[in-house]
């Protein structure tokens, strides 16, 4: 069986304790203010959820309502990106899955995907990376991308004409992946694998819809406990770069709503404290 660490995965990643108390826990979005009077609206995302879980929080549709675009992310990939993307994971011609990682890796590979029905040729084929983000895939679990936070704003931002747009491009949002080695790819492909330590359980729904972002960004820090510097390539370092955009955004009169994943709003690294750190406040709706 697939561990509980690739379900949750799913939920924090498809595909973020120590933010200081802003306010009373109310939503997963907050408004962000500049000391010169610049404000955009910030919400924490679940990529992927099932039809049961209700409508998202009041509070997503009214940062919408109040902005002028919505800023994911990355951009959609276009068709030529998406080739290359899936050109990216797979071996070339005459290479193959079983040159680039343990023998042990690659026969309890075999042994699962058998199980799954895939055959071993087409397996063998990708990437430990690629094969990561199809273990990944939402649709796997119940859950469903076109279900999720972003999705479910597109379409509504669509409707009201708001232009949609990434704080980065699809390349280099793949990139996160697509420049591991070989060894690292193998690594974080085997944290799927591994089950979790048994730690405290969290409704992480529950946190989620109640704006905890720490709870969220421990959960998923947890989950890569035994390859961090993976959870920091995916989380921190991602932060870092995002904040100058984020910050051109607060300097123009254009109010944006910027959606990210919840793991990345959590953490003494993450969105909220470094808004906070740098001078700007911040109000959860």
């Not at 933010?19 to 009373?24: D, E, H, K, M, Y």
């Not at 109040?66 to 290359?84: F, H, N, Q, T």
């Not at 697509?178 to 790819?185: E, N």
Request: net charge positive.
């Amino acid at each position: 069986m697939v561990s509980c660490r690739l379900v949750l995965l799913r939920f924090l990643l498809g595909c973020a304790l120590a933010v200081p108390s802003l306010a009373l826990a109310a939503s997963p979005v907050w408004k962000v203010t500049a000391p010169s009077g610049g404000t955009l609206y910030l919400g924490g995302s679940i990529h992927a959820l099932k039809s049961s879980d209700g409508a998202l929080p009041p509070a997503f549709n009214l940062a919408l309502a109040k902005s002028s675009r919505l800023i994911l992310e990355s951009d959609d990939p276009d068709k030529a990106e998406s080739k290359r993307m899936q050109k990216a994971g797979e071996y070339p011609k005459g290479d193959s899955l079983k040159n680039h990682v343990d023998p042990r890796t690659y026969d309890y590979l075999k042994s699962f995907f058998g199980l799954l029905g895939i055959p071993e040729a087409k397996m063998a084929r990708y990437r430990p990376w690629m094969l990561t983000l199809g273990l990944w895939s939402p649709d796997l679990s119940g859950f469903s991308s076109d279900l999720g936070v972003e999705s479910q704003l597109t379409k509504r931002a669509r409707a009201k004409g708001k232009p949609i747009s990434g704080l980065v491009s699809a390349r280099e949002h793949m990139d996160v992946f697509v420049g591991l080695t070989d060894k690292q790819s193998e690594a974080v492909l085997l944290l799927t694998f591994i089950p979790t330590d048994g730690g405290p359980k969290v409704n992480m729904m529950s946190a989620w819809r109640r704006g905890e972002m720490d709870v969220l960004w421990k959960q998923s820090r947890a989950a890569f406990a035994e390859y961090p510097a993976f959870a920091e390539r995916v989380l921190e370092a991602r932060n870092r770069r995002w904040m100058p955009k984020i910050e051109g955004y607060l300097r123009s009169d254009r109010i944006a709503f910027v959606v990210v994943g919840s793991a990345h709003l959590g953490g003494p690294e993450g969105l909220l404290t470094l808004l906070k750190k740098r001078g700007y406040q911040l109000e959860q709706l």
